[in-house]
Structure formats: C-alpha cells, structure tokens
C-alpha cells in the first residue's frame, strides 16, 4: 500500500505562488506515476499534471507554463509549483500515485483559493 499526504494548500492573491508537497510512504518503490488532481466545487475532479517515474511530464492545458510538477528520488515525495495563481485555479488539490496492477493512491486533500 501507499499512503500520501498533500502539503502547503493555503488562501494566495492572484498572481502569487503556491508550492504543494506529496509525501507518500509505503510501497513507494513500486510507483510509476505521480500527479495532481484538483476538483472546484461543483465540478468534476480533472487531472493538473503528471510525472512519471522516468520523468516525462503532462499538464492540463489551462496550467501549461504556469505549473511545474517535480519528484524527489526515489519517488517519496512530489511537488506542484503553482506560479501566476488565477481564481479559477481555486480547488481541492489531489495528490495520487499509480502503480502497476493497483488501484490509484490518493491524498486527503489541500484547499488552495486564489482571490481576485
């Protein structure tokens, strides 16, 4: 099993950063996939960015060149900097891992607001 525990949520103005931290323990050694979902109210839950174990990268198209996703060896922590913050970037933010063969490893949650 992998646990995980998001990290660094808080309330920013627009234009401002937020660094968010997954720390995961467990079987981490078996992840290949580590990411972010974010999910606004009233929406469904859609994914930021990715990162795979050999480090290619994919983000949603509203955070490209705005967030940048990153991983510390050997995969017990990843991170989400989120520069230029907007209001609609305001959501629950998920951290997940994904491992071969197993259901999805989810985080409990962090607010990030971003006010206008």
């Known amino acids: 099993q992998v646990q995980l525990v998001e990290s660094g949520g808080g309330l920013v103005q627009a234009g401002g950063s937020l660094r968010l931290s997954c720390a995961a323990s467990?079987?981490?050694?078996?992840?290949?996939?580590m990411g972010w979902y974010r999910q606004a109210p009233g929406k469904q839950r859609e994914l930021v960015a990715r990162?795979?174990?050999?480090?290619?990268?994919n983000y949603v198209d509203s955070v490209k060149g705005r967030f940048t996703i990153s991983s510390d060896n050997p995969k017990s922590t990843w991170y989400l900097q989120m520069n230029s913050l907007k209001p609609e970037d305001t959501a629950v933010y998920f951290c997940?891992?994904?491992?071969?063969?197993?259901?999805?490893?989810w985080g409990p949650g962090t607010q990030v607001t971003v006010s206008s």
């Open positions: 997940y891992a994904q491992r071969f063969g197993w259901a999805n490893s």
């Open positions: 990162i795979t174990s050999g480090g290619r990268t």
């Open positions: 467990g079987s981490t050694s078996t992840i290949n996939v």
